[in-house]
């Protein structure tokens, strides 16, 4: 991690969860990093805890809805005239509604397709801009995926969420191809995690906390700390070796046939 020292990373959903937990994880190894989310409350009092541990890089809190593509070219533009540009990008942001295809509101279906969708792909874009007009070969870009970007499980709340992590997974791969094609070492990586222990199945089924809080007691779950330590094992590998895909699941589930929210 030597070589990300006092570079710049861009981590969007840096509020809680697994956000919060690389924002933590990137300033412990030096780096200047920009947390993002709507609310900036959270990640305020982070970076106040980051600073009073003596950690050697900073975190730059900045507020902005990911559905609203002027938000994101703003903060694009505020870190450029503030720092120059992003050398990482951390696509973390996502979320989920209970909307089956069948029954579903449309509402919930274009809240999932813009947050899950629209704004990695946009974020994607603006940094790979800020990389090349920088002329920076060796960035990277990290999505923070699903298991469900990989298997789609019998529960319909989750099945167009599902649909929306299958394209992150195709995007990822189509990024990775346009950077070879490009002829850049800027790396892509998709990273997919099972079941880990955040507020995100609560956020889910917020009519039901009593199914939220079921589906972190029925396994021993991941925590966001070990995706921080998948990102961090990702960043740190030699320039020449890029991790594409990388799957991370609780121990005691081997097979992905159930709501493993990301």
């Not at 975190?59 to 694009?76: G, Q, R």
């Not at 490009?182 to 039901?208: M, Q, W, Y």
Request: net charge neutral.
């Amino acid at each position: 991690m030597e070589r990300w020292k006092d570079r710049v990373a861009l981590v969007t959903g840096a509020s809680v969860g697994i956000g919060a937990a690389v924002a933590r994880a990137l300033v412990q190894r030096g780096m200047k990093v920009v947390g993002c989310a709507r609310s900036v409350d959270k990640i305020e009092k982070l970076a106040a805890e980051c600073q009073s541990a003596g950690y050697p890089g900073i975190l730059i809190p900045y507020k902005c809805d990911l559905s609203n593509e002027e938000e994101i070219l703003s903060m694009f533009s505020a870190i450029k005239t503030l720092h120059q540009g992003v050398d990482v990008c951390i696509n973390n942001a996502g979320l989920a509604r209970p909307e089956p295809l069948l029954s579903g509101k449309t509402e919930g279906w274009r809240m999932m397709i813009d947050v899950n969708v629209m704004a990695v792909s946009i974020c994607t874009r603006e940094v790979y801009r800020s990389m090349k007009e920088r002329n920076i070969d060796d960035g990277h870009i990290i999505n923070i995926n699903s298991m469900n970007g990989h298997s789609v499980v019998p529960q319909s709340v989750v099945h167009f969420y599902s649909a929306t992590k299958y394209a992150v997974t195709a995007l990822t791969e189509g990024l990775r191809q346009e950077l070879r094609e490009a002829k850049t070492h800027i790396r892509a990586t998709c990273i997919s995690p099972g079941l880990v222990e955040t507020g995100f199945a609560f956020k889910l089924h917020d009519n039901d906390p009593e199914r939220a809080a079921a589906t972190y007691e029925s396994i021993r779950c991941l925590k966001a700390e070990d995706m921080a330590n998948a990102v961090i094992y990702v960043l740190s590998a030699p320039p020449h070796v890029q991790v594409s895909y990388k799957k991370v699941l609780p121990s005691e589930k081997s097979y992905l046939g159930l709501l493993e929210p990301r």
